[in-house]
């Protein structure tokens, strides 16, 4: 069973790096992290998708999604367990995989505070901690 979890008030601001650590489900598709107001105001959909081998990136206003990043470097796989680092700057988001490589997605909106986080589908939380 997908392990869901969904905050309403990070306080995340330009400066902030959110740890994660959790065990990926040997049978998932794939899991999601957002970043953003709400559900409906996503500044960060960082998407890693098993079947397609591809970590895809985006941004959602009022509800509709914008133009996907895809970056086909996928350091990781079902079964394992990754850290993720997801630091945010005035101007953009910096993801830090587990081997170091790092996905790049622009903070489209200009938010200065997140405060809505939610991780979805297969992705078991270990640690969670902001700094």
């Not at 953003?36 to 105001?41: E, H, L, T």
């Not at 990754?82 to 938010?111: A, Q, T, W």
Request: hydrophobic share 35%; charged share 20%; aromatic share 12%.
């Amino acid at each position: 069973m997908p392990g869901n979890i969904e905050i309403l008030n990070l306080n995340m601001k330009p400066g902030n790096t959110l740890k994660v650590k959790g065990k990926i489900f040997a049978d998932t598709v794939g899991f999601s992290i957002n970043l953003g107001y709400s559900s409906r105001d996503l500044a960060l959909h960082f998407n890693p998708r098993f079947n397609e081998s591809v970590i895809v990136c985006n941004s959602k206003c009022s509800d509709c999604w914008q133009a996907e990043h895809r970056d086909r470097h996928l350091p990781f796989f079902r079964g394992c367990t990754v850290k993720f680092f997801i630091e945010m700057l005035s101007d953009k988001f910096r993801v830090k995989l587990p081997d170091g490589h790092e996905v790049c997605f622009p903070n489209r909106h200009g938010y200065h505070n997140i405060n809505y986080i939610s991780i979805v589908g297969g992705l078991k939380i270990i640690s969670f901690k902001m700094t």
